[in-house]
């Protein structure tokens, strides 16, 4: 056994009879064909304790009770012969029922047994309908021989059967009462661990996928994509943890199965379980042309129409699949939902509908290290506890502290409220919890760029209506206008069309020698004080020399260019980064004076602009050589202008069409006018 740590100690006394050390499920994980929930619900019933010794005799029961119930290949007619013999048999099965017409009753199939024609009482079907779509996991005990009559002639049938889920309906304040005492870095751990896997061996940005993942759980009428390499676990959650789950594997989905069944009214998948994930998407397709389009409607509205009829419907949907290419290669050969089938991938009105696009090239392949060895809750606990939460909405708490920009569409927004509601929920599962504004910046940033990627694809496919893509929150009624980008379409050395915040600017200047020229990141912060520092270490003098000239012209021309602001009563923190391997950093004085400005303002600068001058401590604009070469780097780097002194507009009359046609170039005569150019408005 692994050694405890600190929040194994603290877990287990406030989630007392709730958690199990998930590495118990595991050994029993491939020996018998039952999801790891089936396993842990035993381990759960048996074995939640830290005691070595009472965890070693629960083991021996659980051993005991799975050998003796679960049928594995091969063993099916001793199964049977023992129900002969002894009149009953226990055994552990998916359970899955349908109405047989000509006797008027219900007949139950069994597949560890190989059996189709197991009688069952119909109140025992009515008080669990699941097993009439996909159905469940089950403790079922089984009898032979005894009132065949009654029975359609069948000779198999259901006495008694107990799903394998958690009874209790009371748990969400369990849970609550639970997290109230604990970090939010402890409780995401301890969620973590709670579906299996160790955060310690995770990135931030991999366990934030998970918590993407486990939205569907939490929220009603989920939409949402993850593609990405093979062998990531994106099934794995959605088929394991909750038997409130259906996993529909690649292949041909019946309207009849998914939404309804107009020969019976039976209601599908999509009434039946929290929520519907089809796996390996790709090779999904519909038995009818309209499926797609029934599908969309709901997706759209959380219902369907069947006849006169309209049925609502909760179960959210998640569609996974492959890449077969990295996701860079993928957005060069054409769109992220490539992978989807033809009906869908170039579909804008089906994109949509999708709230978010979970990036699954984040999550890293599977490796057995990834599984936890410690305590966890029971996924039934669990399961029960997300499934109360999909009645909850934190978002009354929260809509005055965030405001998002004009870019979001009326979808984007509810895409963006519904992860934003689903994230808190996971977070903070008491409805009457104080939500720190750092939890709810994280969880508006991973909202908005989950919904953003889905329109940056709307865009390829070419759309005009989509073109808008610039995602922006506030947090508070003072706050800065934040842009949140998707990390795949830039790289960090690229310029990227969003608007820096303020203190930021991309520049443009000559390097050391023969190097040629250089693309920098400016990146100033303001604190309590009266200097300007550098923080660069080793700086070269040209660098130190622009930063001079700089400071010089911001105190003499505050007026001018700060109006009201006082540069002398504040200490600006300047970090120069180049993002190319040019050394130097010479003649950067006007994109310093401009970064510095933006800082004292408050005001962020425009996206895709880059600035390139030089100018004297008097504010004298100093020429610029190399202008065409700096344009065809700053098309290189994706920008999408460049800011320049009027002096070099005849150099740039040089421009090749092809250039000319990818970079907007704009003239700057004084120090004010190139700050005019580059603050946002």
Known sequence: MAELDNLDERVTGLFDGYVVRKDLAQKFRGSYPVPTYVAEFLIGRYCATTDDEEIKEGLEIVQRQLQERIVRAGEQELFKARAREKGS???????????????????????????????????????????????????VEIEYGSGIEGKGGRPFSISNLKPIQLSKRNVLSD????????????????????????????????????????????????????????????????????????????????????????????RGLVCQYDLVCFDEVAGIKFDTKEGVNIMKGYMASGQFSRGRENIRAEGSLVMVGNFDVDVEHQQRIGHLFGPLPPEMRDDTAFMDRIHSYIPGWDFPKYHPTQLTTHF????????????????????????????????????????????????????????????????????????????????????????????????SYRLGIEGIEQYVSTPELHRENTISPEPLPPGQVWALGPG????????????????????????????????????????????TQAKSLVGDHDP??????????????????????????????????????????????????????????????????????????????????????????????????????????????????
């Not at 669990?382 to 109360?388: A, G, I, K, P, V």
């Open 89 to 139: 048999v226990k055994i552990i099965d998916l359970v899955t029922a349908r109405l047989d017409t000509k006797t008027d009753t219900f007949e139950v199939s069994l597949p560890s047994l190989i059996l189709d024609d197991v009688y069952i009482p119909a109140e025992m079907v009515y008080d669990n309908e699941r097993m009439l779509t996909g159905g469940f996991y089950a403790e």
């Open 175 to 266: 849970l609550a009462e639970g997290r109230r005492q604990m970090s939010t870095k402890e409780w995401r751990s301890f969620l973590i661990r709670s579906i299996g896997l160790e955060p310690e061996t995770l990135s931030k940005r991999a366990q934030d996928v998970i918590f993407l993942r486990m939205i569907p759980y939490v929220e009603k009428n989920y939409n949402c994509v993850e593609l990405g390499p093979r062998g990531t676990g994106k099934s794995y959650i959605y088929q394991e943890i909750s038997p409130y789950s259906h996993l529909v594997s690649g292949g041909k989905a019946t309207v009849a199965k998914m939404f309804v069944n107009n020969a019976t009214g039976q």
């Open 512 to 555: 050391e020698g023969n190097e040629g020229n250089g693309l920098y990141k400016l990146e100033i912060t303001v604190t309590p004080g009266s200097s300007i520092r550098l923080i660069n270490v080793k700086a070269a003098a040209g660098l130190r020399e622009s930063i001079r000239s700089a400071e010089q012209v911001l105190y």
């Open 376 to 471: 966890g809750l029971v996924s039934d606990f669990l399961s029960e506890c997300f499934r109360q939460l999909r009645n909850d909405s934190h978002l009354p708490k929260i809509m005055d502290r965030v405001s998002f920009g004009d870019a979001l569409s009326g979808r984007d927004r509810t895409g963006v409220l519904k992860t934003l509601d689903g994230l808190l929920k996971l977070l903070y599962p008491a409805h009457d919890s104080d939500i720190s504004d750092e939890d709810l910046e994280w969880a508006v940033r991973l909202a908005l760029e989950c919904r953003r990627r889905v329109k940056e694809q709307q865009k390829r496919i070419g759309s005009a209506e989509f073109r808008n893509t610039m995602f």
């Open 568 to 681: 002398t009563s504040v200490e600006f923190s300047v970090q120069v980064r180049a993002m190319t391997p040019v050394s130097g950093g010479s003649s950067l004085s006007v994109p310093i004076l401009i970064a510095l400005c933006s800082a004292a303002l408050n005001k962020s600068t425009k996206g895709g602009y880059v600035i390139a001058g030089g100018m004297s401590v008097g504010g004298t604009l100093e020429p610029v050589y190399n202008a065409l070469d700096m344009a065809e780097l700053a098309a290189e780097k994706g920008a999408l202008a460049i800011v320049l002194p009027v002096s070099c507009r005849k150099q740039m009359n040089e421009m090749s069409d092809e250039l000319a046609a990818r970079l907007v170039v704009m003239y700057y005569t004084d120090p004010r006018d190139a700050l005019l150019k580059m603050l946002d408005e």
